[in-house]
């Protein structure tokens, strides 16, 4: 088998392509742009393994996706190309109206006239899994949970070029047949995250001893999933998902923002002692348009998919603690330089 993963130097798309190549002996062709928080360092365990393939393409580029799938004939898709950081969106918009509406109506197109080549068997064996976010839904209160029949209601540029790819991937399932699925998954967190995103971001400022940032009073809520616990949901979603169904997977680990900061802080404080690393914290005025509260429902994925996360954010914390603190090969090339660590996502004139 062998499986196209569009954005597979990014974090999830990276972990995937581990999970597939190293675990499970399936062929990947990558397929990435190699923006500015994609690394090819994150696969370097299987960037020589003869199962792995990388092209560095642009997926609004409809030559050369078509040159892809010429070329590889792959036999599934998984499409987590896209800009993701909530805000970057606030401050940029145009580069997530891009990427991840109009790339993924070039993907679709070129999957469309792929699947129109293939022969009866293959044609009929043929996925495209579309891998979204539950920033989609929007907000939820203090109880309650996401469904995959959750209305959408995004709050920022990203989750609303987001929304509008999933659309963009129901209509094409619905209109020409194409054999399409789509998984809303919640916030991942784990070893080779790019450091803009609040896990690994607290972890290297702790490190560093620069200043935590927290917006608001950090009581806003996230269900938080192991990036491993998500790269086994896409395959089994991939392979045993029905065209035209949505999966929500989600690890069932919710944490309020300042109670992730400070479990953060106390594993810092076990494995290097001096100062509280909680004396860093600051609070500062919330983002724009900041929901209150995700949590997702995984049943659904659970009872069909034949899957359940295994990592307790317990667990999973003090282990991408300890990676970020045998990694500095990884983590201070960025540092240094692509990203150090700044505020990202201010309108103009916010303090």
């Known amino acids: 088998m062998r499986v196209l993963v569009t954005g597979g130097a990014g974090f999830i798309g990276s972990a995937l392509c581990r999970h597939l190549v190293g675990e499970l002996g399936v062929g990947v062709v990558n397929v990435d742009k190699l923006t500015y928080a994609a690394n090819l360092a994150s696969l370097a365990p299987i960037a020589d393994d003869p199962l792995y393939t990388f092209v560095r393409a642009d997926i609004c580029d409809p030559v050369a996706m078509a040159d892809v799938f010429r070329r590889y004939e792959p036999d599934g898709v998984i499409h987590l190309a896209a800009e993701s950081h909530v805000d970057r969106s606030i401050g940029s918009p145009g580069a997530f109206l891009q990427t991840n509406i109009m790339g993924t109506a070039t993907l679709l197109e070129a999957v469309r006239a792929y699947q129109d080549r293939l022969g009866a068997e293959k044609r009929a064996a043929f996925r495209f899994l579309h891998v979204s976010t539950d920033e989609v839904f929007g ?94 949901a896409l395959f089994l979603a991939l392979t045993r998902g029905s065209p035209g169904e949505s999966y929500n997977i989600g690890g069932r680990n919710e944490r309020a923002n300042l109670e992730v900061v400070q479990s953060i802080c106390a594993i810092l404080d076990q494995r290097r002692g001096g100062k509280p690393h909680a004396e860093l914290i600051e609070f500062v005025a919330d983002r724009p348009g900041h929901d209150q509260r995700y949590a997702i429902d995984p049943t659904k994925a659970e009872a069909e998919l034949g899957w359940q996360a295994a990592e307790s954010f317990d667990s999973g914390i003090e282990r991408t603690v300890d990676w970020y603190l045998d990694r500095r090969d990884w983590w201070e090339p960025i540092r240094s330089g692509v990203y150090r660590g700044q505020r990202l996502g201010l309108l103009e004139g916010a303090p």
């Open 139 to 232: 907000t939820l209160g203090p109880s309650g949970l996401f469904h995959e029949a959750s209305p959408y209601d995004p709050s920022s540029p990203y989750s609303a070029s987001k929304a509008a790819s999933d659309h963009l991937v129901r209509a094409w399932q619905r209109t020409y047949g194409l054999p399409a699925l789509i998984s809303n998954c919640s916030n991942n967190y784990g070893p080779y995250h790019f450091p803009e995103k609040l896990i690994p971001l607290v972890i290297l400022n702790a490190i560093e001893g620069a200043p935590i940032r927290v917006y608001g009073d950090g009581s806003n809520v996230r269900d938080w999933l192991h990036v491993e616990d998500h790269a086994r």
